[in-house]
């Protein structure tokens, strides 16, 4: 069919009722066809089918992967911008479509990745350039594997050693490494597969051939080193044999019987050195394709002498494809199964399983990545679970408390950049924005919970809660921020729940219905890097846990020169808030001699009230016109309309230019400040001396008819 965007096509859908409209599915997603095939649309859907994933020492971390008929991938774990993580993100970063694509972890632009027949390449970001490095780069199409020198199996491994990011393991039918990029290789082991001949045949038939590599059979399937004693390398193979070698490869050891129960010819789909004890190691084998479904794990503590199975506790008819331990909690385990993802606290004893939103899909690899589990799906893309603290810390003893506040795990002072577009959404989501604080309700509180955020010299900085908050503009008002996810109040259901601190002090009071057209006096500024203190209230109880604030690694400014940002912010702040206090007391008194001006009547022994109480509404009206610009009824008004900003909307843009980078004020910011500052102390004078002189006035004239004409509002 012309027009379609890919190839490998396995299924078309033709609508029964319009034969017209037609949806086509191959390996690069599904197209849609409203016109009979004339032409079609490549729907962006997240159904990528990953076959690996790995993670780079990058700040924010980059995930990279394979994808079955598109290639290698390399994107943001956050994109730190409001766009969320579009496609824009992503690149190549060589290899092909199978496989393995690992960084090194000294130098992040550079990248390992594989395809089938055994092709290897080296990628540099820096000048976008993948060369084949592979060990043995000879082109074995068509051809059966017992008539090549090396077999390479369609995601051949690829491994950096942890001790040497320099040195990189790449799995054939024999172990190679290099230690020079991949200008030359050495054969670190023999032939570690059974070799079986019979299994190595040319493939296909009756019609055609299919020898790609898929195929291939009798190769290294799965290779780690020990992060505990440098030269303990492991490898399995896709025949069913486990290998073991203490010295770098100079010698190997033969494990496969002393695992017991493990199916022959299953896959080593993974291996899993722990990454606290040398000796201790975790195999997974897949055996589905021998029609068994049944899940593999097995666990060795003395370097591969004895195995025990640690899979009684997971679904006996789902099979595993990778298995990782925790490296902050030995024993916190986590298996990428067929149906998702399970996890097991005590070892393997017990095991439980790790839903939340994730769809049902094979979950073909994992990496834990600081405090996050990165999961590599095979046909539902890429999925990250951030924070991963609950886990760690859960216990029966927490699961029995009444509320449990867990640890805060440290927040980076990030700020995040615009989007070009207003309308541009990446379909993949950054994680929360801030610090991230969890707790636990046994049950749903009676009333609201709270959590105050507090400095280091108890000073409260920001303060959440449970109550409903209402939306400052109606859903229907042009000028309605789209995104409210910032202002939900917090979940107070029983269960596990998650709380988003966005590390800014609580804004300034704003204008209740005034439009500005720039700047956000909502949005308070950043604390400084340092340590607070959460503080959780249920119920009358509190529960305190630290939050850490780390500075953006790659901003120089100085700490001073934070400091002094933080306070001229402050300052502006309370200024905003004063110039939004004294519009509500205005506000007040006007609404309330307005109210009460029909009923003063129009004789004239009432003259001089109803002539006062009128000059005193227009005084007001004049002084709010001074303070921001009330006629406006959206925010292109304030361009549109002579006289321009007042006083609301110059404050406004200066404050959140002064929030918006890293940096002490400018000499223009602080100028501009002055003079501001100067007028609204002046306007905030007008305002009381209409309290001290015309509303008493105005009292005393309406004493004898209308006592209490004006009730004066509460000052700051």
């Known amino acids: 069919m012309k027009g379609l965007h890919h190839a490998d096509h396995h299924d078309l859908w033709i609508d029964p009722a319009d034969p017209k409209r037609m949806i086509a599915a191959n390996d690069g997603g599904v197209e849609v066809s409203a016109d009979g095939g004339e032409t079609w ?10 076959y690996h994933v790995a993670t780079d020492t990058s700040v924010p971390y980059r995930v990279l992967g394979a994808m079955q008929d598109l290639g290698t991938a390399s994107g943001p774990s956050n994109s730190l911008s409001s766009a969320g993580i579009t496609l824009g993100d992503w690149h190549t970063v060589g290899g092909g479509e199978a496989g393995h694509a690992v960084a090194d972890p000294s130098d992040p632009n550079v990248v390992y990745a594989g395809e089938y027949f055994g092709i290897l390449t080296r990628y540099d970001h820096r000048t976008r350039q993948a060369r084949n490095v592979a060990p043995w780069p000879d082109n074995p199409s068509g051809h059966g594997a017992s008539s090549l020198r090396y077999r390479f199996q369609w995601t051949a491994p690829i491994a950096v050693s942890p001790h040497d990011p320099k040195t990189v393991y790449h799995g054939g039918n024999v172990l190679f490494q290099t230690r020079d990029g991949g200008e030359t290789w050495t054969p670190i082991s023999g032939d570690l597969t059974r070799d079986d001949k019979t299994k190595q045949r040319w493939s296909g038939g009756p019609i055609t051939g299919d020898n790609t590599g898929a195929e291939y059979y009798d190769t290294i399937f799965a290779v780690a080193e020990s992060p505990r004693e440098k030269g303990l390398i492991w490898a399995g193979t896709d025949d069913g044999l486990v290998h073991m070698t203490r010295d770098a490869g100079k010698t190997w050891t033969n494990l496969t019987a002393n695992v017991p129960g493990l199916p022959e010819w299953g896959t080593v789909a993974a291996i899993e050195p722990s990454p606290f004890d040398a000796a201790a190691a975790y195999v997974v084998v897949d055996a589905h394709r021998l029609d068994d479904p049944r899940p593999y794990l097995w666990k060795t503590a003395d370097y ?135 707790y636990w309700l046994n049950d749903e509180p009676k009333g609201d919970i709270t959590v105050e955020i507090l400095d280091e010299k108890g000073g409260l900085v920001r303060k959440l809660s449970s109550r409903k908050i209402e939306p400052e503009t109606p859903p229907d008002d042009p000028d309605a921020a789209e995104d409210e996810t910032a202002k939900k109040p917090l979940p107070k259901q029983a269960g596990l729940q998650r709380a988003v601190w966005d590390l800014r002090y609580e804004g300034a009071t704003k204008i209740k219905g005034a439009k500005i057209d720039s700047g956000d006096p909502a949005e308070g500024p950043l604390a400084l890097p340092g340590t607070c203190t959460a503080r959780l209230t249920v119920d009358g109880r509190t529960f305190t846990t630290p939050v850490e604030i780390l500075p953006d690694p790659r901003v120089t400014v100085s700490r001073a020169d934070l400091e002094q940002q933080l306070a001229f912010a402050l300052a502006l702040r309370e200024d905003l808030t004063r110039l939004s206090g004294t519009v509500h007391q205005l506000r007040s008194v006007r609404d309330q001699v307005k109210a009460r001006r029909g009923s003063i009547g129009g004789g004239p022994e009432v003259a001089p009230l109803a002539e006062a109480a009128d000059a005193l509404v227009a005084r007001c009206d004049a002084l709010e016109e001074k303070l921001h610009n009330p006629k406006a009824e959206v925010s292109y008004d304030i361009l549109a309309r002579p006289g321009g900003a007042k006083l609301y909307s110059r404050l406004a843009p200066l404050y959140s230019a002064v929030n918006d980078g890293d940096g002490r004020p400018t000499q223009g910011m602080r100028e501009v400040y002055a003079e501001l500052k100067k007028e609204l102390d002046a306007l905030r004078a007008e305002w009381q001396a209409i309290l001290e002189t015309d509303v008493p006035a105005l009292n005393a004239k309406a004493r004898d008819l209308l006592p209490d004409l004006v009730v004066l509002p509460g000052t700051d």
């Open 304 to 438: 591969g002498k004895t195995w025990k199975s640690l899979a009684a506790g997971l679904p006996k008819g789902v099979y595993l494809h990778a298995v990782r331990e925790d490296p902050r909690k030995q024993g916190l385990l986590y298996v990428g199964t067929e149906k998702g993802v399970s996890y097991s606290p005590d070892d393997g004893a017990t095991w439980r399983e790790l839903r939340l939103n994730l769809p049902t899909v094979a979950v073909h690899d994992l990496v834990v990545k600081g405090d996050d589990l990165v999961v590599g799906t095979h046909g539902r893309s890429i999925w990250i679970l951030d924070d991963l603290t609950p886990l760690r810390e859960w216990s029966r003893q927490v699961e029995a408390e009444a509320v449990h506040l867990f640890t805060a795990r440290p927040a980076v002072r990030w700020r995040y950049d615009g989007a070009v577009s207003s309308h541009l959404k990446g379909p993949g989501r950054n994680p929360p924005a801030g610090a991230v604080l969890q």
């Open 41 to 50: 649309h490549a729907a962006a859907l997240p159904i990528s089918q990953f």
